[in-house]
Each structure stands twice: as structure tokens, then as C-alpha cells.
């Protein structure tokens, strides 16, 4: 039996297993390969999309309790890379291999929609994916600064 | 058996959710001229370049556009943009014309090395982008294809070159004003062939080199999302593979049983990797690192439609293995002790012998320590992963690899196709560490597909797989020892070490190549089934925090102050970038100020890359900042790191790397191990395995003060990993005074009262 959910703003309809976890649907059967696979038991967090707006590690949601919902990745993010902090990313140099990035990118957005103005400690509890290469204290001087761009 | 699949030459299947959103599968030309920069595929499909052909390395097109080829792969560091650079600058053009692409490991197998025949070791199709041959070249490169073009302009002016001017991809006649595009003569230039090469500019002339740290060009691609890493290759009729190997290194399948994982749903075959398999190219090998690293292990592998239908019906597979010699370690500690029991044996190789040992029972004092440091995974964030189709005339892989022209002849020789119909794509790769350097993880996904040919099979390695089907930091194990004399320095220094995988480095620092007089440095091996490699600066991220704990130890005995005692053991060493590097750090964080207990500074200091030779390779100097709690809670507060590499071509990729490096050492030393219980190893994932995060992150301040301006440009990828957990020990004894002998730390009782 399909399944129908949103993906960034498109109705798609997914004929999988349930079990399926929502990453291998988007990579897999909807070819979608910018949500990356890291751990597969939700620690890494290259796999986070935002689902109704929340940020959630994609690779523990079964296809059936993804039914329905709205996604948002990587590539939903912006149309043409204009978020703030796309943007950042780029002119800061953040990333170095990149794997992990998308995740911290949309782990970063959530926060920064959820508290617009956050302290580092609500960057360490929110932007908990691993960063394998050590990119921490770039994506930390990004989101803060992405914060204050957003004051002006 | 899976149906034929023809993939057109020039295209490939990239997912255009990438591009605007939509399920749809999108066909994009690999060498789309739409990829300005750097496109989301940074291979090519072609041997000739777009534009005008200048030289296999670089092109220039009517639009102006200048092609760079890139032979080292992007595994984080940087190199598709650096090399780009180096050729810019002697260009003199736009750098917004400059557009990258990673150079064909096809092509160059079939025109003669073209593009690896300067290869010093490993500097081609990997590596470093300031490789000192490779700038070299790359700057040639640059300067040949300017003077060619002015002197293109020249005779269509029919004026002296000497008279024209080059600069932001224009040329100009300066008497009459005239100005070309370097579009415009390009082809014409392309055909010119220089009578005498030109010189490049000395380095003071730089106008990018050293200055600018342009945004690397491969981002745009990493924030979008369609950065096409070898997980992310999609092609047409493609099915999936998950696997599983002995979880014993060495063991064999002993039997099995596939009937209920081939009823389940998608699955199309259930296949083994059989080491004893014969297999081989007959013919000459040209991988740079030969094959005795590469081999199979035994395995299975469930091929299905989607990659989660392989993974189910792979948890349904009955496996027995039969796990071979190596089940008889029971535990890593039964390891450890073997290793200590075989410091009393004689040695197997001695690695530097200098004055006489010997002396060490006249001096006044003596220092011993054991050390240890653990097996370690790489732990790069894409698991290892590959694609290739096998058909009885091609092959062809899709991979991330970090040496392609070793995954290129690793691809044939386990085929046994002629490298001529081998087609390697070299994929962005999403961390490496020394993982995938040697092409076992290719000869696997070569492995798997050859018994499914005729479509793309996708392998992948779970994190569980990926972490317990290593190819580890070795475990290493030294009795490091000093004779001190009546002044409290060493005269005498006797390192004798045991591992399963060794790598000669431990003599590669000045207190063996002459600070201390009697030396002497040798090492046994053990016949460990578990499979060790290479991990960021190999064998020099255990000896680093040996060497360095133990001269920290030595200070003490001696009564000195840990820097004081290194810049006096240092004070005849012919290369001033280590004391100059030691002042810095200890300037810069505040050494030797007077901190309450709990509180406490550590300092290191060593080099990679050195070869035996003073000014060579990265010399850094770290200082830790830590506070160990009464309960034994550790807090690394701040890491203050300074380095020495020489000089720098680009201030901002090498502050990036600089501080993912010291990250990755502290990782490496707080956190890092892998275990064995019965032959296995035991850690499988992130929660076993832990990686610090944002907020376990101390203050990292990278000071560029201890640069020597020694004309080296020496890298900055392996060299921070060294220094920082010996500084994190040396700090947490002078906060405590608990001396850590072993990582990883975060085993260690530090409670105190």
C-alpha cells in the first residue's frame, strides 16, 4: 500500500515496506540524496530534515509514522541556496569533506526559527550532529552570526 | 541475474530534487558546462578537456572559462580548490572564471601517466595540494599557458611580447591600448608551442598565494545538498547492497543459509566474498601502493531493489562463520599483555641506533614508562560505500576514494579486466583519515558486483559494519626509557615499542636524530588478526603521545619546567621553527601562570612529515587548559595550538584544517578505542564510539606566530592530531597529579581529594 507525504512542498506517494526508515525513502525511492546516512541510529544527526517544522533525525522515523507529514531537506531548504545560512556556509568556509553538513545545516535552521537570537549554550543542545572533520566552532560563528544578520 | 543496463558515456543520473525540488530523476551531463565552478559531480567523462586544451591540466574556453583539472580527490582538505589556486596565480586570471574537475585515472593509464608520471610517492591522486612538486607544476602550468597566450596576442598584434601585459584574464598592449580577452586567442594560444618555459614569479610577487582564501568552490554543492559523494550514486537499473564479513578479521564462512532472506521481498541475490577466490590481474601493476593492503574479507551480501529490503533480508541471512586464529584473544587486555611481555623480548627491527645505549646504568637518574594507545577507527562521517557494473567487456566504478589510481588498478586487478576498459570515477568523499587510501573497500564493492553483472551495484557498509571492519590505528605498546645525567637532561634514550602494524616513526623526532646523544629505538611485531592501516598521521599520533608524556615526565624528574626543559633539550636542534613554535603557544596561553589544583596547563610539541630531516614536514605545539573535578569529571577548557609548516599559500584553509586537526586529536585521545572480546571487535556505532560535539568542544585558538618562513609549505591535514593529547595528560597531571599513560583518557579514574 502507498504512502502519501509532502516533500518540500510536493505531494509524494511511496509504495515501501513500513518499516522503511524516512532517510533510505528519500535517498532511495524518491532520489533525493542530499539527507545523508551517518549512523542510522538517530547519534549523528547527518540524516536530520525537518518534519512539520521539528527537526527530526530521519533515519529512526518509520515510512508509516511519516505518513502524512510535511518534509523539509536539504534541498527544500531554499530554492537557489539564499538562507541565511547557505549563505554563511559559503562565505565562512565552514565546511571541510561536507558529509555531515546538510544535517547541521538543517539542525542549525530549526533552531534559529525556533530562537532567533540563540546563546551557545542552545547551539550546543540543539546542534548536537556529529562533525566528524571538527567544524564545530565555524558552524557555532555561522549561526551566531546568521542571528545577528537577522537583527539588522 | 540482473538485465543489461547501458549507460551513455557522457551522462549521469543525478537526482533533480537538487536543482528545484520534485521526485523526477534528472540526466546531467557530468561535464555540463552549467557546472561553472565546480558542478555537484566532480568527475568527468572525458578525456579531452572543454575549450581550448593548453595541456592535459588545463584548458581555456571561447566564455573564458579556465578548466583546472585536479588529480586529489576532495576528502575535506581543500585540494580541489588550492590546486586551482597555484595555477591562477601565474594565469593572471579572473579567479570567478575558474572552474575545477577532478583529472581521469582512464585517461591517464591510457596516455602514459599524463598526469602521474612526476608522481613522488603519493602525491598524485591524492594527497596534498601543496605538495611541493605539485606546486611546482601547477604553478609552471599556470605561467607556460600565460606566456602562451601573450605570445598568441603578440602575433596578432605583430607586436614584442615583451610589450604585453597580462592581468584578470585580459591581455593588453600597453603602447596602444589594444586588449584581448583570454577567450578570444585561446585557441589560437593553445597551438603555440614556447620556445624557452617561463620562470614563475618569486613568491614575493604573489598577489593570491598567501593572501586571498577564496570560499572553497565545492560548498555551494555541499549546502544544497547536491554534492554527489559516492553514497549518493544513482544510475540507472541500479540495485543495493548491504554486507556483512567475519566479525572475526581473518574467519571464513563456514556455512549458510540464504533461503529466507531470498523469498523476502526485492531481493534478487544473496552473494559471498570468498578471500581464497583466485583472482588477479596478469599484468604489471601500477597501483601506487600495490595490493598487499587490499585484500577481501570473507563475506555475504544481500543484493535487493532498495537498499532496506537488502538490509532486512541480510538480519535473515543464517551465517555460521568459522572465525579462525584470531578468536583466541579474548579480550583487548589479553592483547595489552602480550604486547608488555614482548617489550622483554628481543627486538625484530631496530629502528635507530646512535652513540651507546648502553650508558643509560652510569647515569644519575633513570625514567621509565609503559604506554599505550588503542585501536582506533577513522570514523570518516560517510561509511565506506561503492558502486560498480561489471559487463563482460567494461567495468566501471563510482567511489570515494582517496587515492584513485590505486582504486583504479585495485578496480581492474579484482576484476581481472584490462585496465583500458576500466573506467574509475572518483567521487567527492565525505572524510577519509586514512580509510580509504589502500582500496580494500573497492575491491569489496568490486567483489560483490562481478558476481551481479550487467547492472551498478551500490555497496554499503553500515556505520556498525564500517566500525568493526576497520583497518585501525594499530594498538601499540612502548617501554620508553631515559638515563638522566647530573644536569636532569637525558643522555641516554631507549625506546623499544611492540604492535600489530607498524609504522617507522617513532625515531622521526629531534630527540632521537641528535638532542639526546645514546639512542636507541627498535620495535617488535605482533601477529594480531586484527587488520590495521593508516589513520591521520600514522604511527605518529601514538608516538606523539608517548614521546611527549614521557619527556613531560622527564621535566619532572629533573625538577624544570615542562617548556623549559623541551627548549633546552631542543637548544642545539638545527631547525629554530620548534622553540620558535613553543614560545608562541606558551605565550599566546598564557603559560605558566600559577592555577589552584584541579586546574592545570599541559604542553606538547612534535612534527609530522619530518623524514629525519630538521625544517621538514609540520612541527605543532600544543597547550591544554583543563580542570578535573574532585569526582574525576574532566573539562578540557582551552587548546592553544602553533605550528610551524614552512609558510602558508592559504591563511583560511589552513586555520580550518588547524583547528578540525586538534578537535580530532582530542577526540582521539579522550574518546577513542576499539575493543576485542573473542576475537570480535566490539564497538559498532556512534554510542559505543563517541565523537565529541559542538558543545563538548573547548576553546580552540590556532596562533600562526611559530611560522618559520622556511620555503617548505608543509601540510596541515595530519600534523595537529599529534600534540593534543599529550597536552591534555601533562595538563591533568599538573592539575592532579595523576600521570596518563594510555588513551583513552576518558577510562581513567581522575578523582582526587
Known amino acids: 500500500m502507498p504512502y502519501d507525504l509532502t516533500v518540500n512542498g510536493q505531494h509524494q506517494s511511496v509504495d515501501a515496506d513500513p518499516s522503511t526508515p524516512l532517510l533510505w525513502v528519500l535517498r532511495d525511492h524518491l532520489g533525493m540524496t542530499g539527507t545523508k546516512y551517518g549512523c542510522g541510529i538517530a547519534q549523528c544527526g547527518a540524516c536530520t530534515v525537518h518534519i512539520d517544522g521539528t527537526p527530526t533525525r530521519s533515519c529512526q522515523l518509520p515510512l508509516e509514522s511519516a505518513a502524512g507529514a510535511s518534509v523539509t531537506t536539504i534541498e527544500g531548504l531554499s530554492q537557489d541556496s539564499s538562507h541565511p545560512l547557505q549563505r554563511l556556509w559559503i562565505e565562512m568556509n565552514v565546511p571541510q569533506c561536507g558529509y555531515c553538513q546538510s544535517g547541521m545545516l538543517m539542525a542549525a535552521a530549526a533552531l534559529l526559527k525556533n530562537i532567533p537570537n540563540p546563546t551557545d549554550q542552545d547551539i550546543d543542545t540543539n546542534v548536537d550532529n556529529i562533525c566528524r572533520c571538527g567544524t564545530y566552532p565555524r558552524v557555532r560563528a555561522a549561526i551566531h552570526k546568521a542571528a545577528a544578520g537577522s537583527e539588522e | 541475474m540482473g538485465t543489461m543496463t547501458t549507460i551513455s558515456r557522457r551522462q549521469f543520473i543525478v537526482s533533480s530534487a537538487a536543482f528545484g525540488g520534485g521526485m523526477a530523476l534528472g540526466v546531467v551531463s557530468a561535464d555540463s558546462a552549467d557546472a561553472t565552478f565546480l558542478g555537484p559531480v566532480p568527475w568527468v567523462e572525458t578525456d579531452a578537456l572543454p575549450g581550448a586544451e593548453f595541456t592535459p591540466w588545463i584548458s581555456i574556453g571561447a566564455d573564458d572559462i579556465v578548466t583546472v583539472r585536479v588529480a586529489t580527490p576532495e576528502i575535506g582538505n581543500g585540494a580541489m580548490t588550492q590546486t586551482p589556486m597555484l595555477v591562477a596565480e601565474e594565469l593572471a586570471c579572473d579567479w570567478n572564471k575558474i572552474r575545477a574537475e577532478l583529472a581521469p585515472t582512464s585517461r591517464d593509464y591510457r596516455e602514459d601517466s ?274 560498480a557494473l561489471v559487463t563482460a567487456d567494461r567495468v566501471e566504478v563510482w567511489h570515494p576514494a582517496q587515492q584513485s589510481k590505486q582504486a583504479f588498478w585495485v578496480a581492474a586487478d579484482e576484476s581481472g579486466m584490462d585496465p583500458a576498459k576500466v573506467y574509475f570515477h572518483q567521487t567527492f568523499v565525505g572524510g577519509a583519515f586514512g580509510r580509504r587510501i589502500f582500496g580494500d573497500d573497492v575491491r569489496t564493492v568490486v567483489a560483490i558486483a562481478k558476481k551481479f553483472p550487467g547492472r551498478p551495484v551500490h555497496t554499503i557498509w553500515s556505520r556498525e559494519e564500517q566500525t568493526r571492519q576497520g583497518k585501525y590505528r594499530p594498538l601499540v605498546a612502548a617501554k620508553l626509557r631515559a638515563g638522566l645525567d647530573k644536569t636532569g637532561m637525558p643522555a641516554v634514550f631507549i625506546a623499544s615499542q611492540a604492535s600489530k602494524g607498524h609504522f617507522p616513526v617513532l625515531a622521526d623526532s629531534p630527540y632521537a636524530l641528535g638532542c639526546i646523544p645514546n639512542v636507541l629505538v627498535d620495535a617488535r611485531l605482533l601477529p594480531f588478526h586484527v587488520i590495521t592501516g593508516s589513520y591521520r598521521g600514522p604511527g605518529y599520533n601514538s608516538y606523539a603521545f608517548m614521546v611527549e ?8 624528574a629533573a625538577g624544570v619546567d615542562p617548556l623549559e626543559y623541551r627548549l633546552k633539550l631542543l637548544a642545539n636542534w638545527p631547525d629554530p621553527g620548534w622553540a620558535k613554535v613553543l614560545r608562541e603557544v606558551a605565550d599566546k596561553s598564557g603559560w605558566g601562570k600559577s592555577l589552584p589544583k584541579g586546574i592545570g596547563q599541559g604542553i606538547a610539541i612534535a612534527n609530522w612529515g619530518m623524514h629525519g630531516k630538521p625544517e621538514a614536514g609540520t612541527t605543532v605545539g600544543v597547550v591544554a587548559t583543563v580542570e578535573v573535578t574532585k569526582s574525576g569529571i574532566l573539562k578540557v577548557h582551552q587548546l592553544d595550538a602553533a605550528f610551524d609548516c614552512g609558510r602558508i599559500v592559504n591563511p583560511d584553509a589552513v586555520l580550518n584544517l588547524a583547528q578540525g586537526g586538534v578537535i580530532f586529536g582530542l577526540n582521539m585521545a579522550l574518546n577513542e578505542e576499539v575493543n576485542v572480546e573473542d576475537g570480535r571487535m566490539v564497538e559498532g556505532n556512534f554510542d559505543q564510539y563517541p565523537i565529541l560535539r559542538t558543545g563538548d568542544t573547548p576553546q580552540v585558538n590556532i596562533h600562526f606566530g611559530g611560522l618559520s618562513g622556511h620555503d617548505r609549505f608543509s601540510e596541515l591535514g595530519e600534523p595537529p592530531a599529534g600534540p593534543v593529547g599529550p597536552a591534555v595528560g601533562n595538563a591533568i597531571f599538573r592539575a592532579i597529579g595523576k600521570r596518563i599513560r594510555s588513551t583513552p583518557i576518558r577510562k581513567h579514574d581522575l578523582t582526587w581529594a
Open chain 2, 549 to 556: 608524556t614521557f619527556i613531560d615526565e622527564c621535566a619532572l
Open chain 2, 114 to 387: 599524463v598526469y602521474s608520471k612526476n608522481d613522488p610517492i603519493t602525491g598524485y591522486f591524492s594527497g596534498r595540494s601543496t605538495n611541493p612538486e605539485r606546486m611546482k607544476l601547477m604553478l609552471q602550468v599556470g605561467a607556460s599557458a600565460r606566456e602562451r597566450l601573450k605570445a598568441a596576442a603578440a602575433g596578432e598584434w605583430k607586436v614584442p611580447v615583451a610589450e604585453i601585459s597580462a592581468k584578470d584574464s585580459v591581455l593588453t598592449h600597453g603602447a596602444s591600448g589594444r586588449t584581448l580577452r583570454y577567450g578570444d586567442i585561446a585557441a589560437k594560444a593553445a597551438t603555440i608551442k614556447l620556445q624557452v618555459e617561463p620562470t614563475p614569479k618569486p613568491q614575493s610577487e604573489w598577489v593570491l598565494l598567501g593572501k586571498a582564501s577564496p570560499a572553497k568552490l565545492n560548498i555551494p554543492q555541499i549546502v544544497n545538498g547536491s554534492a554527489i559523494y559516492g553514497m549518493d550514486v544513482r544510475l540507472p537499473g541500479m540495485v543495493y547492497a548491504a554486507l556483512r564479513q567475519s566479525p572475526v578479521h581473518g574467519g571464513k564462512v563456514k556455512s549458510l543459509d540464504v533461503e529466507k532472506a531470498k523469498a523476502m521481498p526485492g531481493v534478487l541475490a544473496v552473494v559471498t566474498v570468498d578471500p581464497d577466490e583466485p583472482r588477479g590481474l596478469k599484468i604489471k601493476s601500477g597501483a601506487p601502493f600495490g595490493y598487499d593492503e587490499t585484500h577481501v574479507r570473507a563475506a555475504v551480501a544481500v543484493i535487493a531493489e532498495h537498499y532496506w529490503q537488502a538490509r532486512m533480508a541480510l538480519d535473515a541471512v543464517q551465517i555460521e562463520w568459522d572465525d579462525g586464529a584470531g578468536a583466541q584473544w579474548k579480550t583487548t587486555d589479553q592483547m595489552v599483555a602480550a604486547l608488555v611481555a614482548a617489550l622483554e623480548r628481543p627486538a625484530d627491527k631496530v629502528e635507530k641506533q646512535s652513540g651507546d645505549a648502553k650508558l643509560i646504568d652510569r647515569q644519575d637518574k633513570i625514567v621509565e614508562g609503559i604506554y599505550v594507545t588503542p585501536f582506533s577507527d577513522q570514523a570518516p562521517m560517510e561509511p565506506l560505500n561503492g558502486t
